[in-house]
Structures are given as C-alpha cells and as structure tokens.
C-alpha cells in the first residue's frame, strides 16, 4: 500500500510501523516545526454516529493525560471518515528492542517499570485502564527515559465491534485472564499485563507459547503461572513469589495497584521501595547510554554506599544459598496413547468351549462424552470457536476447510480450538473410544464387546455410537 504524502496538516516522511489496529507513520508538522508520529486506525471504527462521538470523547480523555511517563497526544481527528491522533515522537526505540538486544538484570528492570508503573498509576486514578500493555507500547526518549503509548485504543477498537466480530480487543500474549474472556476489567488487568512484561524482561522470553494466538489466550486462562526460577535459577527466590502475585489468575489475588508491584520489585532490585508515588515521576531515573545500557542514576550520594552494601551481601546471600540449595530434580511429563484393542476371536474345538461373560441388558446406554462450546472470537482479526471436551475424548473436523488442533488439558479435561476463513461453518465429531484390555475382549464372542462398566457383553454399537457433533460457526473478523 503507497504511503500518503499528506494526512491532514502533517507532511508523511516514513511508515514506522504497521498492525491489525494501526498504521503509523513519522510526519512533519509545520505549524510548530516539529517531527512527529501520526497514528490513523481502521475507516470502519467511524461506522456510525454513536461511535463517532465515542470515539471523540474517549481519545479526548487520552489526550487529557499529562505524565511525565507518558507519551503526549499533540492532536486529534479523521480524514474522510478515518480516525487518526498525533502523539510526540520518541526517538529511542521501544523496550521490544531493548528486550531483543538480550535480557534485562532485575535492576535495569525495576528501573524502567518504577516510572511505567507511575504512569499506569496516574492513568488509572481517572479511570483510564490501557488494555494492551506490551513492550511495543514503551517508547524511550533520546535520554533513554520510558514512555507509555496507545492508552485507551483498545478500549476504542472494543467498541467498534462490528470491526472484530468480537469485544475482546488486545495482544494475546500479554493479556489478563478476564480481559481474554470478555470480562469487565479494571486497573488489575494492567497489573496482569506488567507482571508480564517482567517476566520477558528478566527471561528474554514470554511465560506462554502456542502454535496460535488462540492457543497463547487459552495458556494465560487455564494453565499455572511458569515458573520463573527454572528459567533463570540464578534470580533471587523472591521474584518467582513477585511474578506469581502480579501474573494470579484472580485478579483479587494480584498487587493492588503498579504502584506495590513496583515497590516490590525495587525491594529486590535495590533493597528498598524507593519514593513511589501515584501523580509524580519520583524515584529512580532512567537513562540510556551511548553504549544502549540502562544506568540507573542517584539523587543521592547515600544510595551508591547503600547499594555497594547490597550487592556484597546478595554475593554472600547467594554463595551460601548455593551450598545449602540442592539441584531441584525434574520429571519429564509423557503421554501413553493406548491404542484401540482389536476384537479377538477365540478358537472354539470340540473338546473346549469358551466362557463368555454374560450378555447386558437391552436397555445398557453406550457412553458420550463430554463436549461443548465455550467461546467464539476474534484473535488479531482470526476467528477463533473454542470447545471443552473429555480427557479421554477424540475429535475430529468434518469440514476440511476448519482445522481444530488441541491448545491445553487442564481441569480434567481438553480445551480445542477451531479456525478458518470467517463466516466458515461446520462440525466437530467428538468421540469417546472404547479403553478395554486384550483380558476383557476375551470375555465376549467375536460379534459383541466388553461393556466395563456393567460387566457385561454388548452387542458392537454401531460406528459412531459414544459419539457428540457439535456446530462450529466461525466469526466474521475483517
């Protein structure tokens, strides 16, 4: 697609970035001689009036925000029916690239998430959640000072759901349990998303993986927060305690607010709080380098004495954790796959007959297994139908152009995710095999089968007996 050369008063010189949300571009605005980053979104989130004058009072909001941890929004409008907003440049790159050059030590990371947490904190207090916080959205300045960017664009790109088929709007990866289930969030959710973010930071990784984006929503909704320490062993036993509070599936369970997550994380990084507050950019400061190292800098002479104290004493914490520590043993997790016993027949002779168990009742019901849908979205403009079936339950898609994969087993059963082109219909046959052992075939002749439940011989059910088709109708996402 060609770059405008002009949007609005802004002269365009570069795209910087494009997504499912956004396009931005770098642009020059001469009315004050300034350099900097215009971000247009989707024509289709003007789709009509009511959303048109939401969409003007919530970026308006945004561009209230005044922090200096916070990226500021210059100006606001639409081009023939597309939004756009004009924020400061920030010409330091993104804590995505610091990230990518290699993983952070827990000081560089208190740091930078003391003044983020700052800036969530005064956003939250006007009752502002960002809903996709990510690395991506932490600017650096030249001075190497971070920047929160995209506040409220989620909330924005929710309410425009006939742009997603879906109200659920954010980056898998980072997103809390109850945002990726289309549950009302609060500040809690942000808290989610920045314990996150620590956790790559201090791992160089994420704490979920899966073949898909669907795969990524299910792990943060079911599966246990990872365990960081196995990961990186040498990390002080108390960040695994940290990420687990800010990353708990309930959100109850979680720090109350960015500010006790920061404080916590300092406690660890530096042996103390620090002068956390929720209007104001106190504490550490952050800066980056000619060399793209982040030094924290001291407004204080006592800090460096204070500091020099706690690396000698983590050094000495650490050479005595590591004589009383014993490796902790690991369990490599396999999965048997038992398959299908085949019906054996018994040789019958004229000096031997066989003892047959005794034939079921006529009214004996042939097991189903469990097996519903629990979610239908959009996953980064993917249409996504999910589904719970038993533990021990197969599946298999009747249309070829659907494709069902298994995302996670947890809680005694599996969870299934199906995609495919939008508007895409079909069904998912979900069966539950027979588990007999070579001992209990032999009960029964040739012509019937265990039934291991009533002890007893059944006649063989038909094909697709123990069987469950559930419909799969897929979302319209573009």
Known sequence: MAIPEQIGRYIIKTELGRGGMATVYRAYDPSFDREVALKILPREMLHDPQFRARFEREIKLVASLEHPSIVPVYDVGDIEGQPYFVMRYMNGGSLADLIAKGRCTIQETAVIISKVAQGLAYAHRKGIVHRDLKPDNVLFDENGDPFISDFGIAKLAESGSSLTGSGVI???????????????????????GLGVIIYQMLTGHQPYSADTPMGVVVKHITEPVPEILKDMPDLPPEVDELIKTAMAKDKTKRFENTIELAKALNKIGFGDEGNLTFSTNSGIKTRLGANDTIAPSRSRTGLIVVGIVLVVALIGFFLIRNQLMTPESTTTATTTVQEQPTLTTVPITETSAPT???ACSADVIIPVPEARLTDGRCVQRIPYSTFAISLD??????????????????GGRKVISCTGPDFMAGQLKVCQPLQLTQ?????????????????????IPPQDAGCVILEVQLKGCN
């Open 170 to 192: 954010g980056t898998p990866a980072y997103m809390s349990p109850e945002q990726a289930q289309g549950k009302d969030i609060d500040a809690r959710s942000d808290v989610y």
């Open 356 to 358: 047959f168990a005794a």
């Open 393 to 410: 339950a197969e599946f298999e898609m009747l249309n070829p152009q659907i494709s069902c994969r298994l995302e996670s087993t947890s």
């Open 439 to 459: 001992a209990e075939l032999n009960q029964c002749s040739p012509d019937s089968t265990f039934d291991s439940a009533n002890q007893c011989c059944v006649a």
